[in-house]
């Protein structure tokens, strides 16, 4: 009897972590036949802002762009959009967030793109979209994703090729993470906006914000992350990355973001080794910052453009 109430303590237990597991770590997939609307982000930080922001996502949606994909470190097909203006100009690699898309996380740094005539390739990340993948996991395997992709455009243009990392949200810790990979040298910036500062603090700071014991539940999270995934979620974090980073960095956060605190790039800042900026926006949510205070957003991206690319490549188009 106490061997079988064993049994069935262990199968409960089982199930619990993998459902846990699904519903951290679960791909992610639109509509087959999504429309712009439905790109649109749900929140009180969003209204008054939408009529901006479909704008932006609809910009990127009637662009012109080619499928392109590679394969990954572990056999996975990604696919990206890529969106050429100006042969020789410097390439902007962006990665989108968790549970996130290229059209809506993507459009800001499509315009500034668009602005100097750079090219522009934004992958849907594994796991998301169009890319193959079951499992995301918060930047450990998408940060070779982002080396894979440097890889592609280092062999399609060539090794002097200049790109600029940009990420938003768990794609900023993404391409944080991506500065300790043993980049190439044509890789010369990184831009993130509100990425998290390592798997474990935000899957903590998450489970605080709805209530629940991040002390007790993040063990079986780390856990099915490690048993159904296959993935140690210490293995890597933004923080530790950006101690060994050798090129420009521009950290934006909105000081009223709830979902990924502001301290979290404010940690990054502060040990990064490289040269880096901090903007922060008073009163802007998740993402928000662009929307909250554009002509200063938009002045530091031309800063790192310049840092990164050379002021001779940093002409607005006619």
Aim: some cysteine; proline content about 4%; hydrophobic content about 40%.
């Amino acid at each position: 009897m106490v061997v079988w109430i064993l049994v069935g303590v262990l199968v409960l237990f089982f199930i619990a972590t993998y459902v846990v597991y699904r519903i951290c770590f679960g791909e992610y997939r639109l509509e087959k036949n999504f429309t712009p609307e439905q790109l649109m982000p749900v929140g009180e930080e969003y209204v008054g802002y939408e009529e901006m922001i479909m704008r932006g996502i609809k910009r990127v949606w009637d662009a012109p762009c080619e499928l392109v994909e590679v394969t990954s470190h572990d056999g996975l097909t990604l696919r990206a959009r890529y969106y050429h203006r100006t042969d020789g100009a410097p390439v902007v690699l962006m990665m989108h967030g968790y549970r996130g898309n290229a059209f809506r996380d993507g459009n800001g740094i499509f315009y500034f793109t668009q602005k100097y005539g750079f090219n522009l390739l934004m992958p849907d990340q594994r796991a998301h979209g169009i890319s193959d993948g079951k499992m995301i996991t918060f930047g450990i395997k998408e940060r070779w994703d982002c080396k894979t992709w440097t890889e592609y455009l280092t062999e399609r243009f060539g090794k002097e090729q200049k790109i600029m990392f940009c990420g938003l949200s768990m794609g900023a810790a993404t391409v944080l993470m991506a500065s300790d990979t043993g980049l190439p040298e044509n890789v010369t910036g990184i831009m993130a906006d509100c990425g998290f500062s390592s798997p474990k603090e935000i899957l903590c700071s998450v489970m605080k914000s709805i209530k629940l014991p991040a002390g007790l539940l993040y063990p079986l999270v780390k856990f099915g992350a490690r048993l159904f995934g296959g993935v140690d979620l210490e293995e890597a974090s933004a923080v530790e990355s950006v101690k060994h980073c050798k090129i420009p960095v521009l950290l934006f956060h909105g000081e009223a973001d709830t979902f990924v605190p502001c301290y979290m790039s404010r940690m990054c800042h502060e040990v990064c080794a490289s040269e880096a900026e901090l903007f922060t926006v008073p009163g802007a949510g998740h993402g928000m910052s662009y929307c909250l205070n554009a002509p200063e957003y938009e002045a530091a991206v031309d800063r790192l453009f310049v840092k990164s690319f050379g002021e001779d490549a940093c002409k607005p188009v006619k």
